[in-house]
């Protein structure tokens, strides 16, 4: 049975808490909803086993105030939100236009614990509560936070840079996901549900925007029934605007545009429906950003505006990604069969300046001389990928309104991914152009520019089966049981080069050759208990484990690492182990005062082993992927909505995080390997090499103990609140909302410098107003985000490969977007 779709809000308090009380915080508060007064009946389950249409409810609310019942697809099945035994937030397609959300990196404050960082190149690195990927640039390694776009697995992350489209609604699953969606959803799952087509309906919609740096946002759809029996659906979107900052020193463009946009994308989908019982969805997604490089400010440049670089390369960024995906549904009555089939394509090329300061600064501010001292030169990498996927899963689940609701399913997913890096030095900028191409041959004097450079093909190969089932022990209580089986199998053919000399004596200076795979089997599920103490109220205990694979490091961490030639017992070896986490938490979703206040809680405790993230190594050129062994997490979060009138809304949403890893590690931070090996008096490459076993003596030294640090990309305190006013004004609806954000300072990366490693906390105010021009179908309205115009850092990064540069990224400065809209 369907319904409206409906939008899911939080509401907050900002508590600044210490640790220890954060865990009875969050029992007391759940201990309070369960003794509160029930309000009336919530919707049942909706029994379905794919995520086919956008968020619907049921039945709608009685009360003219309440809060729309959303739909989610959370575990592979429909469910009503707050029936569900996990943390879920759904972010519709009404929220995102309200905070200008284009794409995923919008999303932060949006869902508390979610943080979207980006990586020297623009990669966006996703966490949720603080669990995700510590691996940027690594094709070798999975993200912790996956992302599925109407259950198809988005295999690279690079993929999830592209914007939303068309889009009903986002979905973000806290905590591991390690029955229903496996492997690289460690940390939690994003699934993005788009609009489908409807049989039936002539519908569609055209928007159009303008705003400050010359922003311009369009984007249509259009659904067609053709007969009785089928439907289709199109939409476009084009959304560009001139950089948010600019660099300074590029030859011949003195302003440069940094963080700009350039995208277009469109969507096509065909619905089927030749009986009640059968249907069959055809789509594909179509994507390409066009644009210059991020704008990722070195902390050492002397320029004090944040959002002018004193920078000398144009770098450049080009994304192409298709995705080719078809549903099919037969319901067979006490069944429902299901079959998902997806294959996508990524082309990325990528350069960037890796130092982001001008030739005489980089080495003048790295080397400890003047500025023109010394040798000139730039740090720029250039990086392109190629990656093709398959994806098929079959599900079958139950669909009778007995005691036990079951799933089981199976999944097989294939993927290739050809990458080309190269790191070199150079005083001169070519956009996309890398310094050699893969044929240059061993002798090309360029070689003698490179400091790093790796071409590799690698392919992964995965399948995994699924059960999952819920069981009514009495009419309150019911139990959740999920277990799968994960096989993760990666294989290829990698070279490197490391420094200004070839290892080769002919034929092309980089010549790839087979290297070590690795398989990986594991067990990963679910239990959980639901007891529902009235009708609007429940509360749940659950334990899931997750896992991320182990892999192989590159030819060049395996060949040149301290473990390898000395045998020390930390650092970079040839492989590294999967990741595991086990999840403890207790939560309440509940509904008060006569349905107006929805109220959501939870709290959790994480066992976190062999995390995955990026160190370098004592031999130089030898970094990799490490494991620490073990941390842990304790965290609580509140979510709220409430609907006082008809005319008012309160939203809002509040994190609270502590973690630390618990036990003993002594990682190397590039910056202080560095640092050693100057004051030790091998800083040039001769010197080092030279030199070699003293310099990496010096290198070793300056290994850290990590136990105690807290873990990256986790803010303290994070949360949300919104107030928003709805009613008629002259021949129209008009809605008024305003929403403050609050983002607390986090470490970076696992060393906890304080210097180069501290993301300091930020706040934003955005202000949305809306008219609907009644019985029109018209609708104007005007968006202003960042309304203080704060330089708010979103993420640092410190470059783990060549440069060893920190940087700061920053969020979108103010933006006012006036927009025209039509829907019939």
Known sequence: MRGREGCAREWGIFVITKYRIVGSASVSILALMAAACPAMAAAEDVPAAVPMPAAVAPEPDTSEAAPPEIVVTAERTNVTLQK?????????????AKSNITEITGLNGAVPGLVVAKSGGGERQISIRGIGSETPENPQTQPGVSVHVDGVYIFNSIAANAAFIDVAQVEVLRGPQGTMYGQGSTGGTINIVSKQPELGKWTGNVDAGYGNYNLVKTDGALNVPIGDTIAIRGAIQYYNHDGYAKATKVAGQPDYQLDNANDLGGKLSLKWQPADNVSL??????????????????????????????QDYPGKSYIRTQLYYGVLKFDMGPVVFNSITGYQKLRSIQSWDGDGLDTDLFYALTNGQAPGAGVKYDHIATWTQNTESWTQEYNLASNTDGRLRWIVGGVYLHSTNNSYINEFRSNEGNGLNAALPVSAAYNDPLVKTITYAELSAVTREAYAGYAQGTYKLTDRLSFTAGIRYNHDTYSGVSASQSGPTSSNTSGAYLQPKPGVGTSTNRVTGKAALNYDITGTSMVYASYTRGFKPGGINSSAAVGNSSYTIFGFKDGTKPTFKPEELDSFEIGSKNRFFNNTLQLNASGFFYLYHNMQFLEEDAVLFGNGVSNAPEAQVLGAEIEADWHPTRHLRFEGSLSLLHSEFTSDYYALDPTKARNAQIAAGYAGVGGFYSNFYLATLAREAARVNINGNKLPKMPTVQGSVAASWTGEVGPGEFTARAQYIYRGGYNSRVFADPVADKTPNYSQVNLFANYDFANSGFHASVTVTNLFDE???NSRFTDPYGSGQVSNTYIPPRQAIFSLGYRF
Do not use: M, W
């Not at 569900?84 to 995102?96: I, R």
């Not at 994507?287 to 505006?305: M, T």
């Open 84 to 96: 569900t035994n996990l943390s879920v937030t759904a972010v519709t397609a009404d929220t995102l």
């Open 281 to 310: 969805l055809l789509s594909t997604i179509q994507y390409r950003g066009d644009a210059n490089a991020p704008a990722q400010k070195n902390i050492l440049d002397p320029e004090p505006d944040p959002r002018v670089l004193t």
């Open 791 to 793: 330089a708010g850092v």
